[in-house]
């Protein structure tokens, strides 16, 4: 019989976490936590007086012994979770074995999509011209619905190489004991850390969070997926050379100000100077590692380049010069990485200057990523020119292609602020020209003055700035990209997102700020369509923008490259998931037809969430199922919440999801449009019908003053608030409205309470009401579904959304909610679900939502008995919360509704 690795992790990680309760808390807290699970077990067997007798039972408890319940069955689910990534490793190798011996390539690699381009007939020279283009950049967000230190992420990783050691097949006995030791005493480390801190994290706290998966994980991953790629071409197109790297990073953190005020332009220049920080000691790194390695004598022989190059670095250090020369004698690559480290320490210690400070550079100081690239390259020269090709292509290319990829900025820091703000500044900046009044001008008015502006050569602001404080920063934002450039390169900041684009000016208004700093034209500025409303104006606003001449004078500086944001949150909270997906598709049919017409290089930025309610699932299939046009070779894509930890604190898993993003780059850059169904035809008018049907169901519930004193009392929405899990404030504005709350606690807040609603609201409705008792309807919707991939890849989503969502918990929940409301909206909700399980079982021909995944319908149905504790936990403190007049106790009580926060998400997974 195979043996069971996933089994065994987990029943080992549960035996020691149970010992460690008894060890650190006793064995009332023990008895407690498997009468809980006991009588949560029987609930979901459908014993209604269990779940009864566990809620009173709950309310009763006393504060600690609750929290210490909520803390074990999250601490269980951050083991499982490992222990499932472990299962998906050894899958995974499993595979790959496999596919070697067949002599196939494994399924969603960069080897497999060039492979299928060979077998389709893709002639060298248009894969030659794709890969040359090709861009794939994952961009980290701090949003808060993950919210890990770093010492926990470092704990986590711990065990999770504990438990791979224990996995090995030739591990001894004695090996086993020693690894079981050392995990044991992790789990102890686990459970006496708090997961969160005790104070709110500072946007510098959230950067140096996201700096931990660089820092872990991807610095040394990106060498690894460049060589798959160069292998994966010499197999499929050996006559073509080596491609430059495909990926790219970017990050939010620091530089996303839309409604949080904690990022201020000083708060960005220390974001950029961490990134810069972070960079060079990780190349420090890489240099001790290849000092040992590039050992070769000098008898060998050495380039004329490269000894005038240490000659002229023996002038700039010469104690490092005299200390290599009697350390290393007659090593002259060991002596050159001397002084590449010497001169990476002196750009270090340059590099945690304030940028106000004097910008001349010191002596011995590298400018830019492009000089230490230059410095390794002539390494590289040097030793093929002598028989060294092997030591040129090893470890040494790794670091060139760490330093052609990261550079001085590590990854690129995105500047992200709402529409409003920009024109507020404008307004006051122009009043003193003669001309107020700017935000109440028609359309037409702003495009004018605007474009009139660009085309002036004067400075729009002194230099000592005088206006109101937003004004003021806003202004000095541009001008701190115009630093960045200076101190850090034009990598360090290249992209300017406008948030809540409602027209061409909102563009052109920061094109005109950024001309006043100086860094028009070396700033994409980027349009961001939320709302449905903006998604379908998005082609008429780009046609408008691409016909300024100011406008593409500024695209000829870029390359006549434009990129795009696409928002899929705010259009899931405004439209409903069937019609934010479906305006989503058809803007990507759209926009792209536009640049096309204008003869642009779209770059498509898609800001997707984890949970399938802001475009989550599985990426590769995402992109796969988009128009090709969209792709083009390029994407740019969001990476956030809990989604981070999943793809990239593993290095073999978040290896194994950048090639399949790369892969399915590849692979759609290479389909063309064609006419069909889908384009046009009958299934384009059928889901434009259905669309219309689903976007009125959802807006029915919304709209109902019912919704949201409902909302906020059966979620922990408002507690979500006041909880230390990020920066940034949860709704704009004092006001509680669906229009000014985030997109993100709302799709986070539904998650919590199992009704996922975000992720399949409406869909029953929309499906019922068109089709009816149509069976030729029917029939349309399962054709649809089988041959149709954006279609499936909706539904598939959205099944997964269903299946996760659990109808007797969020009647648990609605125990919170006052009468009147919990008639009025939990009735709808518990309909909807019902009506929209049938329409997907009917069209999809299936007996389960999920029986074509039969792993995840496992993972779901094991996992839950441990989920729904938490839940009913956190109405009990939920309850209590509300109650509690003493501020030290609600304090105490928050604390553990964070613990009970943390572990559903934990539990469930991909939920934010």
Request: neutral net charge.
């Given at each position: 019989?195979?043996?069971?690795?996933?089994?065994?992790?987990?029943?080992?990680?549960?035996?020691?976490?149970?010992?460690?309760?008894?060890?650190?808390?006793?064995?009332?807290?023990?008895?407690?936590?498997?009468?809980?699970?006991?009588?949560?077990?029987?609930?979901?067997?459908?014993?209604?007086?269990?779940?009864?007798?566990?809620?009173?039972?709950?309310?009763?408890?006393?504060?600690?012994?609750?929290?210490?319940?909520?803390?074990?069955?999250?601490?269980?689910?951050?083991?499982?979770?490992?222990?499932?990534?472990?299962?998906?490793?050894?899958?995974?190798?499993?595979?790959?074995?496999?596919?070697?011996?067949?002599?196939?390539?494994?399924?969603?690699?960069?080897?497999?999509?060039?492979?299928?381009?060979?077998?389709?007939?893709?002639?060298?020279?248009?894969?030659?011209?794709?890969?040359?283009?090709?861009?794939?950049?994952?961009?980290?967000?701090?949003?808060?619905?993950?919210?890990?230190?770093?010492?926990?992420?470092?704990?986590?990783?711990?065990?999770?190489?504990?438990?791979?050691?224990?996995?090995?097949?030739?591990?001894?006995?004695?090996?086993?004991?020693?690894?079981?030791?050392?995990?044991?005493?992790?789990?102890?480390?686990?459970?006496?850390?708090?997961?969160?801190?005790?104070?709110?994290?500072?946007?510098?706290?959230?950067?140096?969070?996201?700096?931990?998966?660089?820092?872990?994980?991807?610095?040394?991953?990106?060498?690894?997926?460049?060589?798959?790629?160069?292998?994966?071409?010499?197999?499929?197109?050996?006559?073509?050379?080596?491609?430059?790297?495909?990926?790219?990073?970017?990050?939010?953190?620091?530089?996303?100000?839309?409604?949080?005020?904690?990022?201020?332009?000083?708060?960005?220049?220390?974001?950029?100077?961490?990134?810069?920080?972070?960079?060079?000691?990780?190349?420090?790194?890489?240099?001790?590692?290849?000092?040992?390695?590039?050992?070769?004598?000098?008898?060998?022989?050495?380039?004329?380049?490269?000894?005038?190059?240490?000659?002229?670095?023996?002038?700039?250090?010469?104690?490092?010069?005299?200390?290599?020369?009697?350390?290393?004698?007659?090593?002259?690559y060991r002596h050159k990485l001397a002084f590449v480290y010497r001169r990476l320490e002196a750009t270090l210690e340059a590099a945690s200057r304030?940028?106000?400070?004097?910008?001349?550079?010191?002596?011995?100081?590298?400018?830019?990523?492009?000089?230490?690239?230059?410095?390794?390259?002539?390494?590289?020269?040097?030793?093929?020119?002598?028989?060294?090709?092997?030591?040129?292509?090893?470890?040494?290319?790794?670091?060139?292609?760490?330093?052609?990829?990261?550079?001085?900025?590590?990854?690129?820091?995105?500047?992200?602020?709402?529409?409003?703000?920009?024109?507020?500044?404008?307004?006051?900046?122009?009043?003193?020209?003669?001309?107020?009044?700017?935000?109440?001008?028609?359309?037409?008015?702003?495009?004018?003055?605007?474009?009139?502006?660009?085309?002036?050569?004067?400075?729009?602001?002194?230099?000592?700035?005088?206006?109101?404080?937003?004004?003021?920063?806003?202004?000095?934002?541009?001008?701190?990209?115009?630093?960045?450039?200076?101190?850090?390169?034009?990598?360090?900041?290249?992209?300017?997102?406008?948030?809540?684009?409602?027209?061409?000016?909102?563009?052109?208004?920061?094109?005109?700020?950024?001309?006043?700093?100086?860094?028009?034209?070396?700033?994409?500025?980027?349009?961001?369509?939320?709302?449905?409303?903006?998604?379908?104006?998005?082609?008429?606003?780009?046609?408008?923008?691409?016909?300024?001449?100011?406008?593409?004078?500024?695209?000829?500086?870029?390359?006549?490259?434009?990129?795009?944001?696409?928002?899929?949150?705010?259009?899931?909270?405004?439209?409903?998931?069937?019609?934010?997906?479906?305006?989503?598709?058809?803007?990507?049919?759209?926009?792209?037809?536009?640049?096309?017409?204008?003869?642009?290089?779209?770059?498509?930025?898609?800001?997707?969430?984890?949970?399938?309610?802001?475009?989550?699932?599985?990426?590769?299939?995402?992109?796969?199922?988009?128009?090709?046009?969209?792709?083009?070779?390029?994407?740019?894509?969001?990476?956030?919440?809990?989604?981070?930890?999943?793809?990239?604190?593993?290095?073999?898993?978040?290896?194994?999801?950048?090639?399949?993003?790369?892969?399915?780059?590849?692979?759609?850059?290479?389909?063309?449009?064609?006419?069909?169904?889908?384009?046009?035809?009958?299934?384009?008018?059928?889901?434009?019908?259905?669309?219309?049907?689903?976007?009125?169901?959802?807006?029915?519930?919304?709209?109902?003053?019912?919704?949201?004193?409902?909302?906020?009392?059966?979620?922990?929405?408002?507690?979500?608030?006041?909880?230390?899990?990020?920066?940034?404030?949860?709704?704009r504005g004092a006001a509680f409205t669906l229009d000014g709350l985030r997109a993100i606690p709302w799709v986070f807040a539904w998650t919590q309470?199992?009704?996922?609603?975000?992720?399949?609201?409406?869909?029953?409705?929309?499906?019922?009401?068109?089709?009816?008792?149509?069976?030729?309807?029917?029939?349309?919707?399962?054709?649809?579904?089988?041959?149709?991939?954006?279609?499936?890849?909706?539904?598939?989503?959205?099944?997964?959304?269903?299946?996760?969502?659990?109808?007797?918990?969020?009647?648990?929940?609605?125990?919170?909610?006052?009468?009147?409301?919990?008639?009025?909206?939990?009735?709808?909700?518990?309909?909807?679900?019902?009506?929209?399980?049938?329409?997907?079982?009917?069209?999809?021909?299936?007996?389960?939502?999920?029986?074509?995944?039969?792993?995840?319908?496992?993972?779901?149905?094991?996992?839950?008995?441990?989920?729904?504790?938490?839940?009913?936990?956190?109405?009990?403190?939920?309850?209590?919360?509300?109650?509690?007049?003493?501020?030290?106790?609600?304090?105490?009580?928050?604390?553990?509704?964070?613990?009970?926060?943390?572990?559903?998400?934990?539990?469930?997974?991909?939920?934010?």
């Amino acid at each position: 019989m195979a043996r069971d690795f996933l089994s065994e992790n987990i029943h080992r990680l549960g035996d020691l976490l149970g010992e460690t309760l008894v060890e650190q808390e006793g064995a009332a807290l023990f008895e407690r936590v498997e009468h809980v699970r006991a009588l949560a077990k029987a609930g979901r067997a459908g014993d209604e007086a269990a779940v009864a007798r566990l809620l009173e039972r709950l309310a009763a408890l006393p504060l600690v012994e609750a929290r210490g319940v909520a803390k074990a069955f999250a601490s269980y689910f951050q083991l499982v979770n490992l222990a499932e990534e472990q299962e998906r490793l050894r899958v995974l190798r499993e595979r790959a074995r496999d596919s070697d011996a067949s002599g196939a390539a494994m399924g969603e690699t960069l080897a497999a999509a060039l492979a299928e381009l060979k077998t389709r007939g893709v002639p060298a020279a248009q894969v030659a011209a794709l890969l040359a283009a090709c861009r794939v950049i994952p961009v980290l967000t701090a949003h808060p619905t993950e919210a890990k230190r770093r010492t926990v992420l470092a704990k986590l990783q711990r065990v999770a190489a504990l438990l791979e050691r224990l996995g090995t097949e030739s591990v001894t006995p004695q090996e086993r004991d020693e690894a079981t030791l050392h995990l044991r005493e992790e789990i102890v480390a686990l459970w006496q850390t708090d997961e969160t801190r005790t104070t709110r994290p500072s946007v510098l706290d959230e950067v140096r969070n996201g700096l931990f998966f660089f820092e872990n994980t991807l610095f040394d991953l990106v060498p690894r997926l460049h060589r798959r790629l160069v292998a994966a071409l010499a197999a499929a197109y050996p006559e073509l050379p080596a491609p430059a790297p495909i990926l790219a990073f970017g990050s939010w953190i620091g530089g996303d100000r839309d409604g949080n005020p904690n990022v201020t332009p000083e708060v960005t220049e220390a974001a950029l100077r961490e990134h810069k920080r972070t960079v060079l000691t990780l190349y420090m790194r890489g240099l001790d590692r290849l000092h040992g390695h590039l050992s070769t004598a000098e008898r060998l022989g050495v380039s004329p380049e490269l000894r005038a190059s240490l000659e002229r670095d023996a002038a700039l250090f010469p104690e490092v010069d005299a200390r290599s020369r009697e350390r290393y004698p007659q090593q002259p690559y060991r002596h050159k990485l001397a002084f590449v480290y010497r001169r990476l320490e002196a750009t270090l210690e340059a590099a945690s200057r304030p940028w106000r400070a004097d910008l001349r550079p010191r002596p011995g100081t590298y400018a830019d990523g492009g000089e230490l690239i230059a410095e390794l390259r002539l390494i590289q020269h040097s030793l093929r020119a002598h028989r060294g090709e092997r030591l040129a292509d090893g470890h040494l290319q790794d670091l060139v292609t760490q330093a052609e990829t990261f550079g001085f900025h590590l990854a690129t820091l995105d500047l992200r602020q709402h529409s409003e703000r920009h024109a507020a500044a404008l307004e006051e900046i122009l009043a003193r020209y003669g001309a107020p009044g700017y935000r109440g001008w028609p359309e037409a008015k702003k495009l004018e003055v605007l474009a009139a502006e660009l085309r002036v050569a004067r400075p729009l602001t002194p230099a000592r700035l005088d206006f109101s404080a937003e004004t003021n920063e806003t202004v000095e934002l541009l001008r701190l990209a115009r630093r960045a450039h200076e101190r850090v390169g034009p990598e360090a900041i290249d992209s300017y997102v406008v948030s809540m684009t409602r027209g061409a000016s909102d563009v052109l208004a920061v094109l005109l700020l950024a001309k006043d700093a100086g860094v028009a034209d070396r700033l994409d500025v980027v349009p961001l369509f939320e709302t449905i409303d903006d998604l379908r104006a998005a082609p008429a606003i780009l046609e408008s923008l691409f016909a300024e001449p100011a406008y593409r004078a500024h695209l000829a500086h870029r390359g006549e490259a434009q990129q795009v944001m696409i928002g899929y949150s705010d259009s899931n909270k405004d439209g409903g998931y069937l019609t934010a997906n479906w305006e989503l598709h058809k803007a990507q049919r759209a926009v792209p037809a536009v640049c096309d017409r204008h003869g642009l290089k779209l770059t498509l930025f898609h800001g997707r969430g984890g949970s399938v309610g802001r475009g989550g699932g599985p990426a590769n299939r995402a992109i796969l199922a988009q128009p090709p046009e969209s792709v083009q070779g390029r994407i740019k894509l969001t990476e956030q919440g809990e989604a981070i930890t999943n793809r990239y604190a593993n290095p073999e898993l978040a290896l194994r999801h950048l090639e399949q993003l790369g892969s399915a780059v590849v692979l759609a850059s290479a389909n063309t449009p064609r006419p069909g169904p889908s384009r046009g035809g009958a299934w384009q008018q059928a889901l434009e019908a259905i669309s219309e049907h689903a976007h009125a169901a959802y807006r029915e519930l919304v709209d109902r003053p019912e919704l949201i004193p409902y909302f906020r009392a059966t979620t922990p929405v408002d507690e979500i608030a006041h909880l230390n899990i990020g920066s940034r404030p949860s709704r704009r504005g004092a006001a509680f409205t669906l229009d000014g709350l985030r997109a993100i606690p709302w799709v986070f807040a539904w998650t919590q309470s199992r009704v996922t609603l975000p992720g399949w609201y409406g869909l029953g409705t929309a499906f019922t009401s068109w089709a009816g008792q149509d069976e030729e309807r029917w029939a349309l919707l399962a054709q649809m579904n089988h041959e149709w991939a954006f279609f499936r890849t909706m539904l598939d989503n959205s099944r997964m959304a269903m299946r996760k969502a659990d109808m007797a918990i969020a009647r648990a929940c609605a125990s919170l909610a006052a009468a009147a409301a919990r008639e009025v909206v939990l009735g709808r909700i518990v309909a909807e679900h019902e009506s929209t399980e049938r329409a997907i079982l009917r069209l999809s021909g299936a007996a389960d939502l999920l029986d074509d995944q039969p792993w995840l319908q496992h993972s779901i149905r094991v996992r839950n008995p441990y989920i729904d504790p938490m839940n009913y936990v956190q109405v009990a403190l939920l309850a209590r919360l509300r109650a509690a007049q003493d501020p030290a106790e609600a304090e105490a009580i928050r604390e553990a509704v964070l613990i009970t926060v943390n572990g559903i998400a934990a539990g469930l997974r991909n939920t934010g």
